[in-house]
Nanobody, 128 residues
Framework: QVQLVESGGGSVQAGGSLGLSCAASGYISSSTLCMGWFRQAPGKEREGVVVVSFGNGFTYYADSVKGRFTTSRDNGKNTLWLQVNSLKPEDTAMYYC????????????????????WGQGTQVTVSS
């Protein structure tokens, strides 16, 4: 069983920055770990934000966050950090860490039902 523990998030004004982190524990081989973030705003469907294949570093970003969100990871600790910059009110959502024990793929990375493990979520609120 894999557990995901998130931290970070909070409230900022538009243009501000935040850092999120997610640590995965359990029997995990980082070479076959796809880990990242989805978000869900009130009344909207879950949206894939970014995922990273820990084995090869391939990273997939949603178009809406490219250039503003960046990731870093520690394979030894199965931990992923997400730096979110130039935040906009439309970034307001509950952010969920997700993981699945296989390499990410461009063909399915943004589909929520592909991910086996989900964190409890952390709120990001951006005021205008």
């Amino acid at each position: 069983q894999v557990q995901l523990v998130e931290s970070g998030g909070g409230s900022v004004q538009a243009g501000g920055s935040l850092g999120l982190s997610c640590a995965a524990s359990g029997y995990i081989s980082s070479s076959t770990l796809c880990m990242g973030w989805f978000r869900q705003a009130p009344g909207k469907e879950r949206e894939g934000v970014v995922v990273v294949s820990f084995g090869n570093g391939f990273t997939y970003y949603a178009d809406s966050v490219k250039g503003r969100f960046t990731t870093s990871r520690d394979n030894g600790k199965n931990t992923l950090w997400l730096q979110v910059n130039s935040l906009k009110p439309e970034d307001t959502a509950m952010y969920y860490c997700v993981a699945v024990l296989r390499s990410c793929s461009i063909t399915w990375w943004s589909r929520a039902n592909e991910y086996t493990y989900w964190g409890q979520g952390t709120q990001v609120t951006v005021s205008s």
